[in-house]
């Protein structure tokens, strides 16, 4: 018999640790003599652009705990193992862009949610495009984001789909003839709230009495509010962030302006009810979620929220959560935790059934999904009959 020479003793002693290391891998790999999928979990890093310090750190806050919620749930049904990668932009679009390049230049990294903010989406969603990863928005809501190219998805209602949605409620209900309209113009999201808005008044015959702007961070809105009682109209549709939002309806209530306020998606956060309490009564909004829904889903998902956090989810936190699902689906049909193999599966995601109703994406990556309009009565959100 021929003695195995020691060199080629060490060739198949190396040979067995690769295969032994291949075996062990969690991920989900190619066989190539057959082109199957071999068994096991597909493991994928995801990295996350959220709001979480400054001004409207809450809208961060909610959504990474809603990512963080499906996160634990995913992992534990073990089809897929998702490890996040979160980083801050304060909202702020050059640190959105910064830290973007940043998750984008890690190999690993196979996909992003977020940013928060349409405005920072507007300049990290091309280069995210041009580097082949898919970006998901939860909370984007501004015209023409999933146009900004083939890899960018958003699962949150747009604003071309909620204000028409409230503003018609409302219109019929209190037979509204007559509108006037403020928003924040040095925002893309709140700009773009109020070209909805616009268009939509026009388009249903109703008299725009006036347009008033203001900036983030303005304290004083008296002086417009003053201009928009003397003109009495029926609605007041406001564009604005939260934090602006809900000064500018508790500077209405106390100068006896008592007429509903239909607002934007940023408007709609319990943070409104917490800035300007019994004044935020009157806001109407519509939204894809609606807490007090007796679904059992929906009710779980409250209840395992509020023992985690001490507090009851918003939209935002709901979208999230669903996100990091539709995430979880997308990789699981792509089979291996590839970009433009996510990129495929994420675009052809019909009907899946997740938190806030059956969810599909359309031909340009945008949100097919029915929103709710809610009213704020008696301190909270309910739903506009």
Same mark, same amino acid.
Request: aromatic letters at 0%.
């Given at each position: 018999m021929r003695k195995i020479s020691k060199k080629a003793y060490l060739l198949i002693s190396i040979f067995m640790l690769i295969t032994l290391a291949a075996c062990g891998n969690d991920t989900k790999t190619t066989n190539e003599d057959t082109g199957e999928k071999a068994d096991g979990p597909i493991s994928a890093k995801i990295g996350v652009i959220s709001y979480l310090t400054g001004p409207g750190a809450a809208y961060g806050e909610a959504?990474? %705990?809603g990512f963080n919620l499906a996160l634990e749930e995913i992992n534990e049904k073990g089809d897929v193992k998702i490890e996040l990668v979160i980083e801050d932009s304060a909202g702020k679009q050059e640190q959105a862009l910064t830290v973007s390049q940043k998750l984008m230049s890690d190999d690993d990294i196979i996909a992003i949610l977020g940013p928060t903010l349409s405005t920072e989406m507007n300049v990290v969603a091309p280069e995210a495009d041009l580097n082949g990863i898919p970006i998901m928005g939860t909370s984007t809501t501004a015209a023409g984001i999933p146009q900004l190219g083939e890899y960018v998805f958003r699962n949150s209602i747009p604003e071309s789909l909620a204000i028409p949605a409230a503003l018609e409620k409302a219109v019929k209900k209190y037979d509204a003839k007559k509108v006037a309209i403020l928003y924040g %113009? /040095? /925002?893309l999201f709140t700009k773009s709230g109020f070209d909805t808005m616009k268009a939509e008044?026009?388009?249903m015959g109703l008299e725009v009495l006036t347009i008033e702007t203001f900036q983030k961070g303005q304290s004083d809105y008296n002086a417009l509010l003053t201009k928009i009682k003397g003109? %009495?109209?029926?609605l007041i549709l406001a564009s604005a962030l939260y934090n602006e939002g809900a000064v500018i309806m508790d500077q209405a209530?106390?100068?006896?302006?008592e007429v509903p306020f239909i607002g934007g998606n940023g408007f709609n956060s319990p943070q409104v009810i917490d800035i300007a309490g019994a004044a935020s009564n009157?806001?109407?909004v519509a939204t894809p979620w609606f807490g007090d829904k007796d679904e059992p889903k929906v009710q779980e998902f409250v209840k395992k929220y509020e023992a985690e956090y001490g507090k009851k989810p918003d939209q935002f936190a709901a979208q999230a959560y669903d996100a990091l699902y539709?995430?979880?689906e997308g990789l699981k049909n792509a089979g291996e935790a590839d970009r433009d193999a996510l990129r495929d599966a994420l675009a052809e995601i019909k009907d899946l059934d997740g938190l806030l109703g059956k969810f599909s994406f359309d031909k /340009?990556? /945008?949100v097919v999904m029915e929103p709710t309009v809610l009213i704020i009565e008696d301190g909270k959100f309910q739903l506009f009959e």
């Open positions: 959504i990474t %705990n %113009n /040095d /925002d008044a026009e388009a003109l %009495n109209p029926d209530r106390k100068m006896g302006i009157g806001l109407i539709i995430m979880a /340009d990556g /945008d």
